[in-house]
C-alpha cells in the first residue's frame, strides 16, 4: 500500500498540533532546538489534564527525534514538564525500537528504560495521568501478558483480563482522558482481539461526557475490522450495510456537533476518521461539515489504511460530499 500522503500544501496542513495554535508554535520552536515556548506553554496547562495530555504527547514525538530536552535539563533539570516529556520520549524510543529491526537486547533495555521513567515520574508528579498513559503504552508491547500489570483482571467476565490497574489509575486523574481510552483500545488491537475490543467500548465508553472525542473510538475500531480483512469488498459493505455502524457513526457526529468550543474541538485526527465514515455510511452533506470544519488540516489516517492511494481516497470523499451541497 503507498503510505505518501502529500496533498497540495498550498491547499492543505499536515502539522501534528491541529488546532492547536499555541501549541504550534512551541512545536516549531523545539524543532528548531529551542524549548522554552514549550516550557511556559506546558507551566500554562499544569492541571488541565485533556490539553496537557495531548500537548505533551505532540511536544514529546518532536523531542524524541533531536536532543533538546538534555539542553533544557541543563537549565531547568527538574521542571515538572520536563519530567513528563523525558517519561513520553522514553516510551517514543521504545515504540520506535520495537518497530524496526533491532538488537533484542537493546529493546528490552529500551523498554526497561522507559518503564523505570514512567514509574518515577508517576512517584514525582503524583497528579500527573501521563506517566500512567506512558505504563498503558508499553502494554502493547507485551501481548502476551508476561507483566502481571498487563493481566489484571477484567471488571466484569466480558472483559478479559489486561492493564486495568493502569487504565484505573489514569482515570483517578482524567476519568475520560482520550489517549488512555485509544491506548487500551491498542493493547487489544495489537493482539487481534477485535471481540475484546468491541466489549471494551461497550462497556467503558456508557457515560461519556456528551461531545467527547471518546465518541469516535468505535470508528478506529471500524476502520482497523477493514484493514485486517483479507476479503475488503465484504466487510467495505459494514458501512452502508450495517445498521448499528450507522448508527454508531450518526451518533459520533451529534457528539461532534456537541462539542464544546475552540477549546473541546476534536484532535484533527478523530475528524478525518468521522468524515471518512460520514461519507463511506452516505450522509455526504455532514461528511461535507466535518471536511469544512477542520481544513486546512489534514491527516493522514485513517485514509492510508483504507485505501492503495490514500491522496486520491480523501480527495473523492471531499468532493462528493461538498457536491451534495450544492
Not at 220 to 248: F, I
Amino acid at each position: 500500500m503507498n503510505t505518501a500522503f502529500t496533498l497540495d500544501p498550498g491547499r492543505f496542513v499536515q502539522h501534528p498540533a491541529g488546532h492547536d495554535g499555541e501549541l504550534r508554535g512551541a512545536v516549531e520552536e523545539l524543532q528548531r532546538g529551542r524549548w522554552m515556548a514549550a516550557r511556559a506553554l506546558l507551566a500554562a496547562t499544569w492541571g488541565n489534564w485533556p490539553a496537557w495530555t495531548s500537548r505533551t504527547q505532540i511536544l514529546a514525538s518532536v523531542a524524541a527525534h533531536t536532543d533538546v530536552l538534555d539542553h533544557w535539563a541543563a537549565a531547568d533539570p527538574a521542571n515538572t514538564g520536563l519530567v513528563t516529556l523525558r517519561a513520553r520520549v522514553a516510551v517514543e524510543q521504545a515504540l520506535m525500537t520495537r518497530s524496526q529491526p533491532a538488537d533484542p537486547r537493546r529493546v528490552a533495555l529500551l523498554e526497561q528504560a522507559a518503564r523505570e521513567m514512567c514509574w518515577w515520574a508517576a512517584s514525582t508528579l503524583a497528579d500527573d495521568p501521563v506517566p500512567w498513559i506512558g505504563l498503558l503504552t508499553l502494554a502493547s508491547l507485551d501481548p502476551t501478558q508476561i507483566r502481571p500489570e498487563h493481566r489484571v483482571p477484567g471488571p466484569d467476565q466480558m472483559i478479559p483480563p489486561g492493564p486495568w490497574g493502569l487504565f484505573d489509575q489514569v482515570r483517578r486523574a482524567d476519568p475520560w482522558n482520550r489517549e488512555a481510552f485509544h491506548r487500551v483500545l491498542r493493547v487489544w488491537l495489537a493482539r487481534g482481539e477485535s471481540g475484546a475490543a468491541t466489549n471494551f467500548l461497550a462497556t467503558y465508553l456508557t457515560g461519556a461526557p456528551e461531545g467527547s472525542p471518546l465518541h469516535a473510538l468505535p470508528l478506529y475500531l471500524h476502520v482497523d475490522r477493514y484493514r485486517r480483512a483479507e476479503r475488503k469488498d465484504a466487510v467495505l459493505l459494514q458501512w452502508t450495510g450495517d445498521d448499528v455502524v450507522r448508527s454508531t457513526v450518526l451518533q459520533a457526529y451529534e457528539n461532534w456537533r456537541a462539542a464544546p468550543g475552540e477549546q473541546g474541538r476534536w484532535p484533527v485526527t478523530d475528524e478525518h476518521h468521522l468524515a471518512h465514515a460520514l461519507w463511506a455510511t452516505r450522509h455526504p452533506r455532514q461528511a461535507a461539515q466535518v471536511f469544512a470544519a477542520l481544513t486546512p488540516f489534514v491527516s493522514s489516517q485513517p485514509w492510508v489504511s483504507l485505501a492503495p492511494r490514500p491522496n486520491d481516497a480523501l480527495r473523492q470523499a471531499m468532493a462528493q460530499s461538498f457536491a451534495a451541497t450544492r
